[in-house]
């Protein structure tokens, strides 16, 4: 199940037309058709749509595809392009395992895409840098 699906399931279950189901999230109708046909959703409207429907935010992020449902280190390698894993130490991959164990960061990584991959894994180093001055952990 996808984003576009959950919106159409739950259209179908609660009987919703797309104007209704905008109501209910504060959306416009045209935006819920744009995600009912496949549009990805913005963090904003998941929260929106979050808050209307009841359901909870970090399913709506999974099935957005802004959260893994599979824990980070085993999709550590296909979630970084190798050019930034080779940038990084075995110190910052280890951080970088429990930083995207949590659900919030999880997004970070996940808008880091936009990156290059020299930004990437300086900004990896600048993180870990903070939170170990900071003696911060990362959880």
Known sequence: MDFADFINGYMDKNNLSYRKMGELCSIS??????????????IKTIDKISQGTEVARNRLL??????????????????LPE????????????FLI???????????????????DEDLAKIIKIIKTFATEDDVPPK
């Not at 050019?83 to 280890?94: F, I």
């Open 29 to 42: 109708h045209a935006e819920i058709s744009r995600l009912a046909k496949g549009k990805e959703p913005s």
């Open 62 to 79: 999974k099935l957005a595809g802004y959260l893994e449902d599979d824990t980070a280190d085993k999709n550590l390698n296909q979630q």
């Open 83 to 94: 050019e930034v894993l080779k940038l990084l130490g075995e110190e910052e991959l280890d």
């Open 98 to 116: 429990e930083l995207s164990q949590d659900d919030q960061r999880q997004i970070l990584l996940k808008e880091s895409k936009k990156l290059s």
